[in-house]
């Protein structure tokens, strides 16, 4: 039986129509939709990994965190990207370090703040006294307070205080997370106390690619001296790489750190112009100063960040530190 015009046409639009509905469904077993956070739940926007482990740490399940700067960025010198900006403007809260850390995404944090934002700097606790203020940061104020658990513990207080207002069903849990956490950080500290302080006092000397130690320095003891200056934009020049290299055969220096954010080449200078005086040093280790380790590992939380670096310090200059840190969580 010959089949009418009509019919075939219909027969044509339906297999059409078949082919629309199923070249998307074949688009998205091709390319796996982005899981998007769960309902409900809070969205924080951190900028830096030692701020989202807190974060994280102290909202628990009541919020999805996401980090802009993950393990080996520099933020003294990052860039944000469009990603960065959708990130913020979608998040319902927003935290960051302050203190001219992220200078560079200063103009999204403001656009973010102007457009209804909560943007909450983790430092504002931090009393003015505290603070130092570098010869070569021209009056502004260091930003690496994380080094200091002491100090990085009034950031937690920010982020549960914080939390409170956005979530405040979350309270009894933020409280109790924030309580949990604040003694694991007193822990942490006498650990570093008590590993550092092995140290002989003469050689509690901390040179470093960049002056990102201060604060840990006046806490623990040590004098710390940086290749380059607070930020990594500072170049070292000839004139600072001999007048470490000085210090290092004066003071019978044998240990200095590289870092995970900053290159390895002037390190490698003072070394070559320690031995060219006839005095041996050596790299200490690997520190993180304006990063977090490796994610999904002990040392990608803020608590085995500190952890890694005092254990590192402490083994390299002479001191008395178990291999695996504090809670036996350090990679071997």
Not at 82 to 111: K, P, Q
Not at 149 to 155: G, Q, V
Not at 254 to 276: H, P, Q, W, Y
Not at 279 to 294: K, M, R
Request: aromatic share 6%.
């Amino acid at each position: 039986m010959q089949r009418s015009p009509i019919n075939a046409m219909i027969r044509v639009l339906l297999l059409a129509l078949l082919a629309c509905l199923l070249l998307p469904m074949q688009a998205c077993r091709e390319r796996p939709a982005k899981p998007e956070p769960s309902a409900g739940k809070l969205r924080i926007v951190a900028t830096t990994g030692m701020i989202g482990d807190v974060a994280r740490r102290i909202a628990g399940d009541r919020a999805v965190v996401e980090v802009l700067m993950g393990p080996g960025v520099d933020p003294h010198l990052y860039q944000p990207t469009r990603d960065d900006m959708r990130r913020i403007l979608a998040a319902d809260v927003i935290f960051y370090n302050g203190l001219l850390l992220e200078g560079r995404m200063t103009d999204a944090l403001v656009r973010a703040a102007t457009d209804g934002r909560r943007v909450h700097a983790v430092t504002e606790l931090i009393d003015p006294q505290y603070l130092a203020q570098p010869e070569d940061l021209e009056g502004k104020d260091d930003p690496h307070v994380w080094m200091d658990p002491t100090a990085w513990s009034k950031a937690a207080i920010v982020i549960r205080d914080r939390l409170n207002e956005r979530d405040p069903d979350g309270a009894s849990t933020f409280h109790q997370n924030t309580t949990t956490l604040l003694e694991e950080f007193e822990r942490l500290d006498q650990y570093c106390l008590r590993v550092l302080h092995s140290v002989p006092i003469e050689q509690r000397v901390l040179v470093t690619a960049h002056d990102a130690f201060g604060y840990f320095g006046r806490r623990y003891g040590y004098e710390v001296l940086g290749i380059q200056g607070l930020s990594t934009e500072s170049e070292a020049g000839v004139r600072d790489i001999e007048r470490l290299v000085d210090l290092l055969v004066t003071r019978r220096v044998g240990a200095v750190f590289v870092e995970s954010t900053v290159s390895d080449r002037n390190v490698k200078a003072l070394i070559a112009g320690a031995k060219s005086r006839g005095h041996t040093v050596v790299i200490g280790g690997e520190l993180f100063s304006d990063a977090l380790g490796p994610a999904d590992t002990y040392e990608g939380t803020y608590v085995g960040m500190i952890d890694h670096n005092a254990t590192t310090i402490a083994r390299a200059l002479g001191g008395q530190a178990p291999p695996r840190g504090m809670q036996g969580k350090l990679a071997p």
